[in-house]
């Protein structure tokens, strides 16, 4: 078990990152307890019974982020299940629903966010209230430096641009 809370900022750019998202934004009266929840899971995460270096954290009220430094202990299938586990128990605990990939976050002209199922979002595609300089999240980056530099990008450079 880690003791100290680790950044994210701490790890390596080559670290893996998980990235879940609520269907709906969480109320600012459960992000500290939801962050706390988190904190506390990542100091105890473990891969055959070594501690893994992660991090995590809640971001702009809907997504969970989970991050290992796989250059001393890689998370094996273990280790994926029990943080899968703990997100389930978050979302039964909570009313909550992170495991719709199928339902994509953007933010519009005036920086607020949506959360919308991919149906939605190809209509609002069509009928012009985003666009392709919208941008959106993508919730599919597989290393911190993905992370960093391509979670928020506009949808003509993602994935969700097959989707309209």
Same mark, same amino acid.
């Given at each position: 078990?880690?003791?100290?809370?680790?950044?994210?900022?701490?790890?390596?750019?080559?670290?893996?990152?998980?990235?879940?998202?609520?269907?709906?934004?969480?109320?600012?009266? *459960?992000?500290?307890?939801?962050?706390?929840?988190?904190?506390? @899971? &990542?100091?105890?995460? $473990?891969?055959?019974? /070594? %501690? *893994?270096?992660?991090?995590?954290?809640?971001?702009?009220?809907? @997504? &969970?982020?989970?991050? $290992?430094?796989?250059? /001393? %202990?890689?998370?094996?299938?273990?280790?994926?299940?029990?943080?899968?586990?703990?997100?389930?128990?978050?979302?039964?605990?909570?009313?909550?629903?992170?495991?719709?990939?199928?339902?994509?976050?953007?933010?519009?002209?005036?920086?607020?966010?949506?959360?919308?199922?991919?149906?939605?979002?190809?209509?609002?595609?069509?009928?012009?209230?985003?666009?392709?300089?919208?941008?959106?999240?993508?919730?599919?980056?597989?290393?911190?430096?993905?992370?960093?530099?391509?979670?928020?990008?506009?949808?003509?450079?993602?994935?969700?641009?097959?989707?309209?």
């Amino acid at each position: 078990m880690i003791d100290q809370i680790i950044p994210i900022h701490a790890l390596p750019e080559s670290a893996r990152v998980w990235v879940y998202q609520s269907k709906e934004p969480l109320a600012d009266s *459960l992000v500290t307890e939801i962050r706390q929840h988190i904190q506390s @899971f &990542v100091r105890q995460w $473990v891969s055959h019974n /070594q %501690a *893994l270096r992660a991090a995590g954290d809640l971001l702009l009220n809907r @997504f &969970v982020v989970l991050i $290992v430094d796989e250059s /001393q %202990a890689g998370a094996s299938g273990c280790s994926i299940d029990s943080s899968v586990h703990f997100l389930k128990n978050l979302q039964a605990n909570y009313g909550l629903d992170f495991f719709d990939r199928m339902y994509f976050t953007y933010e519009d002209q005036h920086g607020d966010m949506h959360t919308v199922s991919s149906a939605d979002f190809a209509v609002a595609y069509r009928n012009g209230h985003i666009n392709d300089r919208t941008y959106v999240f993508d919730t599919l980056v597989k290393t911190k430096q993905e992370f960093d530099q391509h979670f928020r990008k506009p949808l003509s450079e993602s994935w969700h641009a097959r989707m309209v």
